[in-house]
Structures are given as structure tokens and as C-alpha cells.
């Protein structure tokens, strides 16, 4: 009589063939080698190392992007306040004023903003002068990561209008 185990036939011959039959019938069951662990590990944190200071390098990007965004949103206010009151704010008032009533100006029809002005992306508050220089109204600008004048790439200032 023969039985069955895995579709695999198991007669009575030797041991050793029944454990060759047993070995067929459950497959191999072969896990990874360390070494095989440890190259997989290694072109991870080679593509790690090569992709990483790339994506790091737009997060800068993303926020001197943001930065500009932002500052629309501020110039846009700022002229609403100028159509309301015929004058932009001082630099003493600041871009507080964009939001709360500073020293009772006749025609504030604020808040401008719907909530407090933003800092710039780097967590600094925007720098806000009127009047500007070289004729203008107003100047509205970050320096950057840096947060001083100048500078290049995320550390590059970024002016309004």
C-alpha cells in the first residue's frame, strides 16, 4: 500500500528516500543570508545618501516660495488699508496695524488680515518700513534662514512689490 503526504509518494524503501520525499513535499524553506541582509542595507543608505540632500534642498526652495505667498497676502492688505484710510501704515504702527485698529485711524474698516500676520518661514516676523526706500511706499521683506541682509539660496532675501 502506498499513502500520500504533499502528492508525493512514500514507499517503503529506504530512510533515506522517505526523508528526500518529506523535503520535496514541504519545499525548501530558505531564509536570507546575513550577507544578503547587509547589502540590501547598504544600497538603501547608498540611495539614501545620494536622494537626501536633494529633497533637502527643496524644502529650502518650498519655503522662500511660501515666504513670497505670504507677503502677497500681506501687500494685499496693505492696500486695502491704503483704499480705507488713504495712507499705508507707519513703521511705527507695523503690520499690527493690519488687524487691530493702532492709534485710531479715521477710516479703519479692518481687521485686513483674518488673523494675526504671519511670521516668515523661518519663524522671524516679516520686516515691514514706510515709507520705503528709493521712492517706493513701502518696503515688506525677509532676509532668509540667516536672517541678516544678503546673502544666497535659502539665506537670499526676498522683497516684496
Same mark, same amino acid.
Given at each position: 500500500?502506498?499513502?500520500?503526504?504533499?502528492?508525493?509518494?512514500?514507499? *517503503?524503501?529506504?530512510?533515506?528516500?522517505?526523508?528526500?520525499?518529506? /523535503?520535496? %513535499?514541504? $519545499?525548501?524553506?530558505?531564509?536570507?543570508?546575513? =550577507?544578503?541582509?547587509?547589502?540590501?542595507?547598504?544600497?538603501?543608505?547608498?540611495?539614501?545618501?545620494?536622494?537626501?540632500?536633494?529633497?533637502? $534642498?527643496?524644502?529650502?526652495?518650498?519655503?522662500?516660495?511660501?515666504?513670497?505667498? /505670504?507677503?502677497? %497676502?500681506?501687500?494685499?492688505?496693505?492696500?486695502?488699508?491704503?483704499?480705507?484710510? $488713504?495712507?499705508?501704515?507707519?513703521?511705527?504702527?507695523? =503690520?499690527?496695524?493690519?488687524?487691530?485698529?493702532?492709534?485710531?485711524?479715521? $477710516?479703519?474698516? *479692518?481687521?485686513?488680515?483674518?488673523?494675526?500676520?504671519?511670521?516668515?518661514?523661518?519663524?522671524?516676523?516679516?520686516?515691514?518700513?514706510?515709507?520705503?526706500?528709493? *521712492?517706493?511706499?513701502?518696503?515688506?521683506?525677509?532676509?532668509?534662514?540667516? %536672517?541678516?541682509?544678503? !546673502?544666497? %539660496?535659502?539665506?537670499?532675501?526676498?522683497? !516684496?512689490?
Amino acid at each position: 500500500m502506498h499513502e500520500r503526504s504533499s502528492g508525493v509518494a512514500l514507499t *517503503g524503501a529506504s530512510p533515506a528516500g522517505k526523508r528526500l520525499a518529506q /523535503q520535496r %513535499g514541504k $519545499g525548501f524553506r530558505r531564509g536570507f543570508t546575513l =550577507l544578503e541582509l547587509l547589502v540590501v542595507l547598504l544600497i538603501i543608505a547608498l540611495l539614501a545618501g545620494y536622494v537626501g540632500p536633494k529633497l533637502f $534642498g527643496e524644502v529650502g526652495k518650498a519655503r522662500s516660495k511660501t515666504a513670497a505667498s /505670504q507677503m502677497k %497676502g500681506i501687500e494685499s492688505a496693505l492696500d486695502r488699508y491704503r483704499l480705507d484710510t $488713504g495712507r499705508y501704515p507707519g513703521t511705527e504702527a507695523g =503690520l499690527p496695524a493690519l488687524t487691530t485698529n493702532v492709534g485710531n485711524v479715521q $477710516g479703519w474698516e *479692518g481687521p485686513y488680515m483674518s488673523s494675526q500676520v504671519p511670521n516668515d518661514p523661518w519663524g522671524k516676523p516679516y520686516v515691514y518700513r514706510s515709507p520705503g526706500e528709493n *521712492g517706493k511706499d513701502y518696503d515688506l521683506m525677509t532676509f532668509g534662514a540667516d %536672517g541678516k541682509p544678503g !546673502g544666497t %539660496g535659502e539665506d537670499a532675501d526676498i522683497i !516684496g512689490k
